[in-house]
């Protein structure tokens, strides 16, 4: 009892510390928490994703819980100066480290978190316990930060009834990740579609199930969607055209790294004979697209064997 009374007066005083983050309203529940387009570092404390703030009547859910203490707590400050409502839900869009590592903060106020039961396997994996290390080594977290399990773990589509709103959780993996949450809020027409979507930069495959991750961006084509929240980048508002920059850039890679595999090319000459204009003047490509071509070529291979 006493070490929680210890924490929380330490939680207290860290927020009172924190400055709230810029916040976009997109639509008459929903705020943007907009990341940078931008690897994590010390000077932007890993703030390179986004997070929703979803205020209803009754109170406020939260779509991910950004990527360190520090900015969890500035966002609490943040949905202080939008509404008095408490915070009651966070949902998390998949396991990856930008999106979780404030968790802890929200544990601490008595947060409800829900999660896809498949990112279990992620949490207690030697990844997620080497990716920590390595973030605090690097100073993108404080010391301290630790890995948060889910109150609750889902495996289905699930209607939620949070904060006075009627909401849609629907697994949309294995794509991004094997745990990947899309959440559905039919009264404005708007998905919070975490990193199966990524607008105006080059996405992060790593060791994505990219063929299922398509299906899943069509099946998001096919619903009434006015607004996409995505994991990285601004909001749209022109969903088909958004949808499709990230869905074509996957098939694109499936393709040119599928024919080179096929052919039995090798990777080197086969990235070089790749044409990359549509896509090469697009923030991280110098960073990322390497890297995502070698692992699709890796994926290709694999299925012709």
Known sequence: MLRRLTVLLLLTCSLANAEPLPAEKLSPHVWLVQGESALGSRENRNFISNAGILIGPEGVVLFDALGSPALA???????????????THVIL?????????????????????????????????????????ASLEAGLVEPGTHLVSADEWIDRETRLRAGGLDLIITPVGPAHTPEDLAVWLPSDSLVLAGDIVFRGRIPYVGQADSLHWIASLDRLLEWPVKIV?????????????????????????????????????????????????????????????????????????????
């Open 73 to 87: 707590r500035s966002l609490v400050e943040t949905v202080k100066s939008l509404t008095d409502k408490p915070i």
């Open 93 to 133: 869009s998949h396991y990856h480290a930008d999106h979780v590592y404030g968790l802890q903060v929200f544990k601490e106020l008595g947060v409800k978190i829900i999660a896809h039961a498949d990112g279990r396997d992620y949490l207690n994996s030697e990844t997620a316990a080497l990716r920590l290390k």
């Open 229 to 305: 929240v995505p994991g990285h980048g601004p909001a749209s508002t022109n969903a088909r055209v958004d949808l499709l920059q990230t869905r074509d850039y996957l098939a694109y890679l499936r393709a040119t790294m599928g024919r080179a595999a096929h052919d039995m090319t090798l990777f080197e000459e086969a990235y070089a004979a790749t044409d990359w204009s549509r896509y090469e003047q697009l923030p991280l490509f110098k960073i990322a697209n390497r890297m995502n071509a070698y692992n699709t070529y890796l994926l290709m291979e694999s299925q012709e064997k």
